[in-house]
């Protein structure tokens, strides 16, 4: 089965500063997918980034980006200059390929963005 | 467009009592997913509809857990009876698609059992 860990329950970073969060994974799959969404003190989950495995070029939106490292089986998401809007948990989820599987999800880190 | 709706937003139930939860998703999204955070823990994956049919309920955690999905649109989970660890929340999500597709989620419905 697979699992899904982030090692970092908290993770604290100065506004306008770059914060990187880590997740893991664990899966012998060869075609999946692997997510960031974040989720903001009382409102819905959104997602953040994706990634397909079968790409070898990390995925970036705008200040996100992601460092897949398929052979480590890591999956980070890297924050580049910080806003107060970040300030969420983040959740790293995988999801197998080749159907609509539920997401397997790590217990999330929660990003705290000091003014 | 609006997003996924749950409701109730916060429950408070008695241990032994029956909650409802209800689900709206995005309408034309034929993927429904069910997903439970217990206090401290992983957001666990409970079921997945297609359209009105149980995809994959290998999550769901004991048999007092019942979803629907009737006629493919609106779901319900009843628990019934509740147990104090059937406490936190529970989150609903939906999808239009396979593989990459996003899954679009609901704010929550946190169930209190005391």
């Known amino acids: 089965a697979q699992t899904v860990t982030q090692s970092q329950p908290e993770m604290s970073v100065q506004e306008a500063e770059t914060v990187t969060l880590s997740c893991t994974y664990d899966?012998?799959?060869?075609?999946?997918?692997l997510f960031w969404y974040k989720q903001p003190p009382s409102r819905q989950m959104i997602l953040v980034i994706r990634q397909e495995a079968y790409k070898q070029q990390n995925a970036t939106e705008n200040r996100f980006s992601v460092n897949f490292q398929k052979a480590a089986k890591s999956f980070s998401l890297k924050i580049s200059d910080s806003q107060l809007g970040d300030a969420a948990m983040y959740f790293c989820?995988?999801?197998?390929?080749?159907?609509?599987?539920?997401?397997?999800f790590g217990k999330g880190t929660h990003l705290i963005i000091q003014p | 467009e609006a997003g996924v709706t749950q409701f109730p937003s916060h429950s408070v139930i008695e241990k032994g009592q029956t909650v409802t939860l209800r689900c709206d998703p995005i309408?034309?999204?034929?993927?429904l997913y069910w997903y439970r955070r217990v206090m401290g823990k992983e957001i666990k994956f409970l079921l997945h509809?297609?359209?009105?049919?149980?995809?994959?309920e290998s999550g769901m955690p004991n048999n007092r857990f019942l979803a629907e999905r009737t006629g493919g649109t609106y779901s319900t989970l009843k628990v019934q009876p509740a147990e104090l660890e059937d406490s936190g929340v529970y989150f609903c999500a939906s999808s239009p698609g396979t593989g990459e597709y996003e899954q679009y989620f609901g704010p929550g419905t946190r169930l209190t059992v005391t």
């Open positions: 899966t012998s799959e060869s075609d999946y997918y």
């Open positions: 509809f297609v359209k009105e049919s149980k995809q994959d």
């Open positions: 989820a995988y999801r197998r390929g080749g159907g609509a599987d539920g997401l397997t």
């Open positions: 309408s034309g999204h034929d993927n």
